[in-house]
């Protein structure tokens, strides 16, 4: 069972926001046991793909999650990649599904107002709309600390594993419900938003393929449980994502504190 699939990434529509969508791609989502996997930090515009620019002072951490436990990957990163090739190649140990991961220091964004505002819009997220609404600040620049999220699930031999049911702790987090290597012609795809471990109700989350320009996007808010189901072929490589955004309680030189969070996951 091998997931080969090309990283080239076209998003359908260009907003500022999508500057800080930032993904983690590999050229094959399936490896045997003892190879290693390639992985390169993807950020995303309306028509192509970039590598993250990542310094050292942005990486938190760099994790791979499999059934026998957490390995770091941090001494495996090159940062910023070399001749626009892999980040990485991580070793991951023993037969299974494992989860690779990585988590950013804030950093901070400001837009213009009429960006920031259409960029609230396209995102669902409507606490900080109506924030800025209420404190008469709509006409004013959007000023936010923001980090990411991002997860890849990655098939290390044939049988797919349970593990990546369960979440891994990141601040805003995308946990599939099923296993989508182990859902046989099933296309459902359900996954769990989980803000500081709890279900996050009414977040918008995205489903959109990889690799296919104007591809269409799903979506969808999740339920009080934290849940949305989405329909995903078992074709392809395809990027789930989720914002959420916080007025600030202890930072005044900005407004907001935004997570971003990222699952990739593919298929032949």
Known sequence: ???????????????????HDMWIATPS????????????LRVGYADEQDPWNATWDRIHSFRSYGPDGVEDQQETLTVPAQDRGPNANVALKGAGTHIIALESYQAMS???????NEYLKTEGL???????????????????????????LVQVGDRPSANVL???GQTLEIVPVTNPYARGTDTALP????????????????????????????????D???????????RGAWLVMVVHARPTTDNPAAAFDTVFASLTFGFK
Not at 29 to 40: C, D, H, N, Q, T
Not at 200 to 220: C, D, E, S, T
Not at 225 to 232: H, L, N, R, W
């Open 126 to 152: 409507d606490l900080a709309a109506k924030t800025r609404a209420t404190a008469g600040t709509s006409g004013t620049p959007g000023i936010e600390a923001y980090s990411r999220r991002a997860k890849m």
């Open 166 to 168: 369960k979440p891994i």
């Open 110 to 116: 400001t837009l213009k107002a009429s960006q920031f």
């Open 191 to 222: 996954v769990r938003v989980l803000f500081q471990g709890r279900p996050l109700a009414g977040a918008q989350v995205r489903v959109l393929p990889l690799g296919i320009k104007n591809g269409a996007v799903q979506k969808l808010r999740s």
């Open 29 to 40: 989502f399936s490896i045997m046991a003892g190879e290693r996997s390639p992985v390169s």
């Open 224 to 234: 009080e449980q934290g849940q949305a189901s989405f329909i995903v072929p078992n």
């Open 1 to 19: 069972m091998r997931f080969h699939v090309s990283v080239a990434v076209l998003f359908a529509s260009a907003t500022p926001a999508i500057a």
